[in-house]
């Protein structure tokens, strides 16, 4: 069953046309890649999902509901986390404070505890950076630090935003195994990365986008067997 859809959305930065009919869906338990150069457009749909931005043209539904105008805090709401390229943590917060943020709807106490219990258990190198500053904290941990953060309003949907980037090879690896993890417990995973080699080892399916379209829709095992995409993204001569 699709959980997002997207139908001929059209996305500008003032006249510049970043999105030019861009059309897919994610079904609900899937992990799905968008895959494409730098300035492709991925960002910017993943942008556009979280109501950062809006289309111009066109429709987004979530669940069936069309949620093409709303703001990114009904968004929130729903389901939907994006962690955005860069992580965008706060960096003068502390490991706790920044967490706390992350569920910054949540009344509950314990609840908030027991999230955040959850990322620890995921990440526990942030248990114990928990009193440090954001901004203090290496590549890896806040990347890890963004993730359980995205984690604490428990998403349906999460949406990554170059997860990998900047991060050594061993890091890369525990965070494509968290993601396999968190799909595996149910949680819907939008996956936009440049490492399309490890990007298209966990996803089921993906989408490559050119200039702001999307080119090609697979799974993700015959995109890494399809010779033009090994040409273009996986490094094959
Ligand atoms: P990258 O991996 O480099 O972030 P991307 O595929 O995510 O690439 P986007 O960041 O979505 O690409 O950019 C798509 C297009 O929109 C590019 O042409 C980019 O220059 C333009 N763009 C992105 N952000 C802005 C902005 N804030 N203002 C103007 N143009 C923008």
């Given at each position: 069953?699709?959980?997002?859809?997207?139908?001929?959305?059209?996305?500008?930065?003032?006249?510049?046309?970043?999105?030019?009919?861009?059309?897919?869906?994610?079904?609900?338990?899937?992990?799905?890649?968008?895959i494409?150069?730098?300035g492709?457009?991925?960002?910017?749909?993943?942008?556009?999902?979280?109501?950062?931005?809006?289309?111009?043209?066109?429709?987004?539904?979530?669940?069936?509901q069309?949620i093409?105008?709303?703001?990114?805090?009904?968004i929130?709401?729903?389901?939907?986390?994006?962690?955005?390229?860069?992580?965008?943590?706060?960096?003068?917060?502390?490991?706790?404070?920044?967490?706390?943020?992350?569920?910054?709807?949540?009344?509950?106490?314990?609840?908030?505890?027991?999230?955040?219990?959850?990322?620890?258990?995921?990440?526990?190198r942030?248990?114990?950076?928990?009193?440090?500053?954001?901004?203090?904290?290496?590549?890896?941990?806040?990347q890890?630090?963004?993730?359980?953060?995205?984690?604490?309003?428990?998403?349906?949907?999460l949406?990554?935003?170059?997860?990998?980037?900047?991060?050594?090879?061993?890091?890369?690896?525990?965070?494509?195994?968290?993601?396999?993890?968190?799909?595996?417990?149910?949680?819907?995973?939008?996956?936009?990365?440049?490492?399309?080699?490890?990007?298209?080892?966990?996803?089921?399916?993906?989408?490559?986008?050119?200039?702001?379209?999307?080119?090609?829709?697979?799974?993700a095992?015959?995109?890494?067997?399809?010779?033009?995409?090994?040409?273009?993204?996986?490094?094959?001569?």
């Amino acid at each position: 069953m699709s959980l997002l859809t997207l139908e001929n959305v059209h996305s500008y930065y003032g006249h510049i046309h970043a999105l030019k009919g861009v059309s897919f869906e994610v079904n609900a338990g899937e992990i799905v890649t968008l895959i494409g150069s730098n300035g492709a457009g991925k960002s910017t749909i993943l942008r556009t999902i979280s109501g950062m931005m809006h289309p111009r043209i066109g429709r987004i539904s979530y669940d069936g509901q069309d949620i093409s105008k709303l703001e990114a805090h009904e968004i929130v709401s729903l389901g939907m986390i994006h962690v955005p390229e860069g992580r965008g943590i706060f960096p003068t917060l502390t490991v706790r404070e920044n967490l706390e943020m992350g569920a910054f709807t949540i009344r509950n106490r314990n609840l908030i505890e027991e999230r955040m219990d959850y990322g620890f258990s995921l990440f526990p190198r942030l248990k114990e950076r928990i009193g440090q500053y954001g901004g203090t904290l290496s590549g890896g941990e806040q990347q890890m630090l963004a993730i359980a953060r995205g984690l604490m309003m428990e998403p349906r949907l999460l949406m990554l935003d170059e997860p990998s980037m900047g991060l050594a090879p061993i890091l890369v690896e525990l965070i494509f195994d968290i993601i396999q993890q968190l799909n595996a417990k149910g949680t819907t995973i939008l996956l936009v990365e440049q490492n399309a080699l490890m990007a298209l080892s966990i996803a089921h399916r993906g989408y490559i986008l050119q200039t702001g379209e999307i080119t090609t829709s697979d799974t993700a095992a015959n995109l890494k067997n399809n010779k033009e995409v090994q040409k273009a993204y996986l490094g094959v001569a």
